[in-house]
């Protein structure tokens, strides 16, 4: 997984409107990247309903998060929607895992690693948390660590 | 700024809504009145000899009226029926709208217009959601999440675990 100090690779994510989400996109503001294995798991759901509650806190911390994983953007779209949340989703469907793979994130299983990666205004890479298994929900406290660490807490 | 970095889970204090012997195991349970695990963790619960905080975890996008039902068992607390309040609401979470939890309310003869006031009101909303945020600072995910001495049982309780807590509880 990529490390504290080095900045984000180069990558194309698709969100939901169909545009490129891109490293221009990080700079000037706090990014926070939810990589999680698959839409529609269940341990993903409980995993942004809970970060949707604490979306407040991190907007007053300049931090805007985001969901990414290999779904397609529908099912991506889907998914937040059955779970009633807001929390934008970024598509790493084609090339398959290409994003995750820069990152140091891909599962061989063929889906990320559930990990949280906070990247700075700058474009660096400030923090990042892989679950040691991808049942493992990381905790919103993390996320708030993470930024502390990060300088933005 | 609310600080929801890491932190342990807060003790019970006299802020907590505790019920049980004072002798029996302590129990720190963090739910949502809409959470069905949560209300079938509860009955499991009820039947142990087990000292019990409650703590509330609401998470609206699961579960819409699970706020309101937390404030309306705060507003409740107000006037000393809180768990008269919280076992009603895990009785039938069905019915979980604004004239429910009224139904609710006059079932506990409680002074209504009072109720109304304080379950809208910022006190109430802020002790819900000191609530919350103890639990996310101690790394609460999901509902019901159990801590006993010192460690966090997410989700519903297994067997062994509720083995662990019958066996202190009749120490």
Redesign the interface.
């Known amino acids: 997984m990529i490390s504290p100090g080095e900045p984000a690779p180069d990558f194309t994510l698709r969100r939901e409107d169909g545009n490129a989400f891109t490293p221009e996109d990080l700079q000037g503001r706090t990014t926070v990247l939810v990589f999680y294995p698959f839409a529609f798991s269940p341990v993903c759901t409980d995993q942004f309903n809970l970060y949707e509650e604490v979306l407040g806190d991190l907007k007053a911390r300049g931090a805007t998060l985001y969901g990414v994983s290999c779904d397609a953007t529908w099912s991506q779209k889907a998914f937040r929607e059955k779970l009633g949340v807001t929390i934008e989703q970024l598509s790493d469907f084609e090339p398959k895992g290409e994003a995750c793979r820069a990152f140091g994130v891909y599962h061989p299983g063929g889906f990320p690693q559930r990990a949280l990666v906070i990247i700075g205004p700058d474009g660096v890479v400030k923090w990042g948390y892989e679950a040691e298994v991808p049942t493992e929900l990381p905790g919103a406290n993390l996320i708030f660590d993470g930024l502390a660490a990060a300088g933005s807490g | ?7 342990p889970v807060p003790a019970s204090s006299p802020e907590d809504h505790i019920t049980g012997p004072a002798d029996a195991p302590l129990v720190i349970e963090y739910a949502d009145f809409e959470c069905p695990y949560c209300a079938a963790q509860h009955l499991r619960i009820a039947r142990l000899r087990v000292r019990r905080v409650f703590r509330h975890f609401p ?4 579960h ?1 009226r699970a706020w309101a039902a937390a404030c309306a068992a705060e507003a409740a607390a107000l006037q000393d029926r809180f768990w008269e309040m919280h076992d009603l609401l895990f009785a039938d979470q069905g019915r979980l709208e604004d004239p429910h939890l009224w139904e609710r309310a006059r079932e506990l003869a409680l002074d209504l217009d009072r109720f109304e006031v304080d379950r809208r009101s910022d006190a109430v909303g802020d002790r819900v959601r000191r609530d ?1 945020q103890s639990g ?7 509902t019901p999440s159990l801590f006993y001495e010192g460690r966090l049982y997410a989700g519903q309780l297994d067997a062994a675990a509720l083995a662990a807590l019958s066996a202190g509880g009749s120490a």
């Open positions: 700024m609310t600080e929801l970095g890491s932190a998470v609206r996008s699961s819409p919350f996310v600072r101690a790394g609460v995910v999901t």
